[in-house]
């Protein structure tokens, strides 16, 4: 049975009651047991005519790359929250993305990095703030969940952490583009009136894996021209990423202020488990709360069964999923689902 009619009905739900743009709904089959990923790259001001041909068939390269990554540890049995890290890593190493090389630049002209991560299983998490050395934070905020008793480190402290727990380390100019420092003269230029698209970014996903467990990872550059020592929500537990077996796992972009003070990560998860509402029905209330404070962004999710959801209320978010039966990617709020 096809769970298409439904999550069409859903989608023109959703919409008439929202003011704001409707991502293409998934058509993934969920009626067989399996594994899947979902993944986002940044949510913002993405709309049609804002990209040349070439730089939208490179973001869907980049989202291609990620989704095949983590599909490999998925499809030979691996563990959903080696996944959803396998699956970041080549956007953290991929300069289009704000994570990793390509990170926007602080107001000081350097870089800043926040992750985190999040096992289903047990929700054992970790995470990592304004780390400056590390080439890829995601493996810090990983090394924090699994070789700390921690859940956090931040700053010198998390650099040193990973120096001593032999992650690669790399000159803070290792992040640099010419894309981002542009975009922050830009900004430093506009600080006011600054499009939401040109300051922020974020990579993230979400897994199932063939044992049903979830995970979930968030990671990010933050926001360009952020002042030296701000943490935006990519790094907090419950504001950005959450996952718990059995609920949802969520990987939350957007203006990270206004994601911490709704808490929407376990916010969703929380009115999955308690008010039985679908994720996508959850994540739309709690991306409405974001909206009335003024924030703007999105998430990617899955749930229990593994059905993926995109939700935004920015125009458009680099999303896609895979899973065994195939992949889809996506750019713009209007973009149809590929079968
Ligand atoms: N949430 C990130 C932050 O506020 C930025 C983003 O996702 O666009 O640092």
């Known amino acids: 049975m096809t769970l298409k009619p439904l999550l069409a009905a859903a989608a023109l739900l959703l919409a008439a009651c929202a003011s704001v743009p409707m991502p293409a709904q998934t058509s993934a089959d969920t009626s067989a047991p399996q594994w899947r990923l979902a993944i986002h790259g940044g949510a913002g001001v993405i709309t049609r005519g804002s990209m ?16 095949a990554a983590g599909a490999e ?13 396998a699956a970041v890593i080549p956007m ?34 970790g995470a990592v703030a304004g780390v400056t050395i590390v080439k890829n934070p995601i493996l810090a905020a990983r090394a924090v969940m699994d070789k700390s ?19 690669e380390i790399v000159p803070n100019s290792y992040f640099d583009t010419e894309r981002r420092r542009k975009s922050l003269d830009r900004v430093l230029d506009e600080m006011a009136r600054t499009e939401a698209a040109d300051r922020h970014g974020t990579v993230g996903a979400v897994a199932i894996d063939i044992h049903g467990n979830l995970a979930a990872a968030t990671t990010t550059g933050g926001m360009t021209a952020k002042t030296p020592g ?3 929500d990519s790094p907090l537990i419950g504001a950005a990423t959450y996952a718990e077996n059995g609920v949802c796992a969520v990987s939350a972009t957007g203006h990270g202020e206004y994601f911490i003070r709704v808490g929407v990560a376990k916010t969703i998860c929380d009115r999955v488990k308690l008010a039985g509402e679908s994720v996508g029905e959850a994540a739309q209330v709690a991306l409405d709360e974001v909206a009335a404070l003024g924030g703007d962004g999105g998430v990617v999710l899955i749930d229990a069964q593994g059905r993926p959801d995109f939700v935004f209320n920015s125009e458009g978010m ?9 992949s889809w990617t996506a750019i713009y709020g209007d973009d149809e689902a590929v079968e």
């Open 73 to 85: 540890v998925l499809r030979n049995g691996g563990s959903a929250v080696d996944a959803v890290q």
């Open 149 to 167: 008793e921690h859940v956090m480190f931040a700053g010198a402290g998390a650099d040193m952490f990973a120096v001593h727990q032999g992650l």
């Open 318 to 326: 680099y999303r896609g999923w895979i899973d065994a039966t195939g």
């Open 52 to 67: 040349t041909p070439e730089q939208e068939a490179e973001f869907r390269a980049g989202l291609e790359a990620a989704l």
């Open 230 to 232: 701000r943490v935006g």
């Open 92 to 125: 953290e190493d991929n300069p289009i993305f704000n994570a990793g090389v390509g990170a926007v630049f602080t107001a000081e002209g350097r870089h800043e990095l926040d992750a985190s991560i999040m096992d289903g299983r047990d929700r054992n998490a």
